[in-house]
């Protein structure tokens, strides 16, 4: 596509609820990122995909967080029994290959995620 | 660990004002410096970057430069517009093995009276 899709772009839930949020990376981009941006704070790195494994989940902040990615493209960020702290805004971004000094990183617009 | 910390905003300039937004950073080995800025209702996108010691970046009339030996990447602009108003973040790249992933500062919010 034109540039990294996500959707939706923004979800109410309740606490306790699973949610899917979900991150269409520009075509050919080997390299898929997910971010959290928190009220007040700054970008928060979670997890790293090159193709479909992730080399680098180190900054998901529990067990509830999960994410694949399948078909080299599409990734799903899961967090199930959300929290109230888990509101934000989830960003999403891409780039040709995982080297940043290189390659560009693209970012989607983010999804928007409110807990209730 | 890698960091970056960047001067608190909100900033408020008048249109033609000079800017800087000051940024330094925590880095073991030779990391790649960022600027990233983030428009009113759009998604985040690279401003400008540096890979090297020394090394300057520019876009848009913005500029950095690495300082090693200060570990700074102050950005600057000599004349700001009304359309500079945005969310700047510092951010450098934290290598690591195989991957390669980004930290951020928190952001200066950057607005410009006409």
């Known amino acids: 596509g034109a540039g990294v899709s996500q959707s939706p772009s923004n979800k109410v839930t309740e606490k306790g609820k699973d949610v899917e949020l979900r991150c269409d990376p520009i075509s050919g981009h080997t390299a898929l990122y997910w971010y959290r941006q928190s009220l007040g704070q700054g970008l928060e790195f979670l997890i790293y995909f090159q193709g479909n494994s992730a080399p680098d989940k180190s900054g998901l902040p529990s067990d509830r967080f999960s994410a694949e990615r399948t078909g080299g493209s599409v990734s799903t960020l899961t967090i199930q029994r959300t929290q109230q702290e888990d509101s934000a805004v989830y960003l999403c971004?891409?780039?040709?290959?995982?080297?940043?000094?290189?390659?560009?990183?693209?970012f989607g617009a983010g999804t928007r995620l409110s807990v209730l | 660990g890698n960091s970056v910390t960047q001067m608190e905003g909100p900033v408020t300039l008048s249109e033609e004002a000079f800017l800087t937004i000051n940024c330094t950073y925590t880095?073991?080995?030779?990391?790649?410096l960022f600027w990233y800025v983030q428009y009113p209702g759009e998604g985040l996108q690279l401003l400008l970057k540096?890979?090297?010691?020394?090394d300057k970046g520019s876009n848009k009339g913005f500029e950095a430069t690495y300082r090693k030996e200060t570990t700074s990447f102050h950005l600057e602009k000599g004349s700001v517009q009304v359309s500079d108003s945005a969310v700047y973040f510092c951010a450098l790249s934290d290598r690591a093995s195989s991957a390669s992933k980004i930290i951020f500062g928190s952001g200066t919010r950057l607005s410009i009276r006409p």
């Open positions: 880095a073991t080995g030779y990391p790649s």
């Open positions: 540096a890979t090297k010691a020394d």
């Open positions: 971004a891409s780039s040709l290959g995982h080297d940043l000094a290189k390659n560009i990183q693209y």
